[in-house]
């Protein structure tokens, strides 16, 4: 395994994640407790000493995993990592009460690692309203040993990082981003490292492969990556991407099966970054299949100029592409939901103003009605 340093510990480059534990019977509350220990004990066996959970996986019932499992080994030996669900603002008054909840299930006196989770436009102001005295309440555990080391986790947009990072940056230690060679330009991924670097701080990286899209590539794309690497799995150039970008210190995977597990432990083996070359082609290929896949918008504006619901179009066109590129998830459902109701898709009136002077010739309309049906909005 290979090991990153993050100030006085060692940590295992690869990190598993406890969001997609396996499961019984596809309920995604009910986590099949016998497969999840032996990924676990694998997991620990062969020198992941990094895991990481958090409130709402899997309806709850990850932290209570984590710590039934973790619990049988030395907590000096491994590093925990949970995290305050502000992804749901309805929890914001009540930080105290779940953070000693949390290590009550966790079976934990101290978390080594903890993070205000989901950082976006939905709960920005939130997590930064004195009233609710987060910040302050976790500096607290902090003091008192409870939290070691505290950062964030942030799907948001730049300006939304930034704004929280010029907020509380002074007392973040490191920052959670989702970062892949898919998303390096689709979501601003290399914009958000750098400004997160800009900031002093280590990168954690979540979804490296895409919550698995990236485990497979188009056979033109595969032929090509075989030919320069061809001993080389697919997955494996998404992780071989990561370790080749200064600041990345740990990387998260969130695995289903043991298989999974032991093929992420041996690429985690040896560090093999990718070459400058190889690294720009990966990134030329990829933002080529993703131009391919969704709808040509240029952010030039002259449709918003022409809207008489005054919608944010090429924003929704982007959200739009997201969605409909990766065939759903929850980034763009989360991002449209935090939008006032009368900028979201569903409040096109199919006047076809903007395509009249749209130089990509785009539906608009009929883009607003299918994105509104496929995200209920």
């Given at each position: 395994?290979?090991?990153?340093?993050?100030?006085d510990?060692k940590l295992?480059?690869?990190?598993?994640?406890?969001?997609?534990?396996p499961?019984?019977?596809?309920?995604?509350?009910?986590?099949?407790?016998?497969?999840?220990?032996?990924?676990?004990?694998?997991?620990?066996?062969?020198?992941v000493?990094?895991?990481?959970?958090?409130?709402g996986?899997?309806?709850?019932?990850?932290?209570?995993?984590?710590?039934?499992?973790?619990?049988?080994?030395?907590?000096e030996?491994?590093y925990?990592?949970?995290?305050?669900?502000?992804?749901?603002?309805?929890?914001?008054?009540?930080?105290?009460?779940?953070?000693?909840?949390?290590?009550?299930?966790c079976?934990?006196?101290?978390?080594?690692?903890?993070?205000?989770?989901?950082?976006?436009?939905?709960?920005?102001?939130?997590?930064?309203?004195?009233?609710?005295?987060?910040?302050?309440y976790?500096?607290?555990?902090?003091?008192?040993?409870?939290?070691?080391?505290?950062?964030?986790?942030a799907?948001?947009?730049?300006?939304?990082?930034?704004?929280?990072?010029?907020?509380?940056?002074?007392?973040?230690?490191?920052?959670?981003?989702?970062?892949?060679?898919?998303?390096?330009?689709?979501?601003?991924a290399k914009?958000?490292l750098?400004?997160?670097?800009?900031?002093?701080?280590?990168?954690?990286?979540?979804?490296?492969?895409?919550?698995?899209k990236?485990?497979?590539?188009p056979?033109?794309m595969?032929?090509?990556?075989?030919?320069?690497?061809?001993?080389?799995?697919?997955?494996?150039?998404?992780?071989?991407?990561?370790?080749?970008?200064?600041?990345?210190?740990?990387?998260?995977?969130?695995?289903?099966?043991?298989?999974?597990?032991?093929?992420?432990?041996?690429?985690?083996?040896?560090?093999k970054?990718?070459?400058?070359?190889?690294?720009e082609?990966?990134?030329?290929?990829?933002?080529?299949?993703?131009?391919k896949?969704?709808?040509p918008?240029?952010?030039?504006?002259?449709?918003?100029?022409?809207?008489?619901?005054?919608?944010?179009?090429?924003?929704?066109?982007?959200?739009?592409?997201?969605?409909?590129?990766?065939?759903?998830?929850?980034?763009?459902?989360?991002?449209?939901?935090?939008?006032?109701?009368n900028?979201?898709?569903?409040?096109?009136?199919?006047?076809r103003?903007?395509?009249?002077?749209?130089?990509?010739?785009?539906?608009?309309?009929a883009?607003?009605?299918?994105?509104?049906a496929m995200?209920?909005?």
């Amino acid at each position: 395994m290979i090991y990153r340093d993050f100030q006085d510990l060692k940590l295992s480059g690869l990190g598993l994640g406890m969001m997609r534990l396996p499961v019984v019977e596809g309920n995604d509350a009910e986590i099949d407790e016998q497969a999840t220990a032996e990924m676990i004990d694998y997991a620990y066996q062969n020198g992941v000493n990094y895991f990481d959970t958090a409130w709402g996986y899997h309806s709850g019932n990850s932290e209570r995993i984590a710590g039934k499992i973790l619990s049988r080994y030395p907590r000096e030996s491994y590093y925990l990592a949970s995290k305050f669900p502000g992804y749901d603002n309805s929890n914001m008054p009540k930080v105290k009460e779940i953070f000693e909840k949390q290590l009550e299930k966790c079976k934990t006196e101290y978390f080594d690692f903890y993070l205000f989770h989901n950082v976006y436009e939905g709960n920005i102001d939130d997590y930064l309203n004195p009233k609710f005295g987060i910040l302050e309440y976790l500096l607290e555990q902090k003091k008192n040993g409870r939290i070691r080391h505290l950062g964030l986790s942030a799907h948001g947009s730049v300006e939304v990082i930034r704004r929280f990072l010029e907020a509380y940056g002074e007392h973040m230690e490191f920052c959670q981003l989702q970062i892949n060679y898919m998303d390096w330009h689709f979501q601003d991924a290399k914009e958000k490292l750098e400004l997160v670097r800009n900031a002093g701080l280590p990168i954690w990286v979540m979804e490296p492969l895409r919550g698995g899209k990236l485990a497979t590539a188009p056979e033109d794309m595969t032929k090509a990556l075989k030919g320069m690497r061809p001993d080389e799995s697919i997955p494996a150039w998404a992780f071989r991407f990561l370790q080749a970008i200064p600041g990345v210190t740990m990387v998260l995977s969130g695995m289903s099966t043991l298989s999974q597990l032991k093929e992420n432990v041996a690429i985690w083996s040896e560090d093999k970054p990718l070459s400058a070359d190889e690294f720009e082609r990966l990134i030329a290929w990829t933002d080529e299949n993703t131009r391919k896949g969704g709808l040509p918008c240029t952010a030039c504006h002259y449709c918003t100029s022409h809207c008489p619901m005054e919608l944010p179009i090429p924003e929704l066109i982007s959200l739009y592409n997201e969605h409909k590129i990766t065939g759903g998830g929850f980034l763009a459902p989360m991002a449209v939901s935090s939008m006032p109701e009368n900028k979201r898709p569903a409040n096109c009136i199919g006047c076809r103003s903007c395509e009249q002077v749209c130089p990509q010739q785009i539906e608009i309309s009929a883009m607003m009605s299918e994105f509104s049906a496929m995200i209920g909005m």
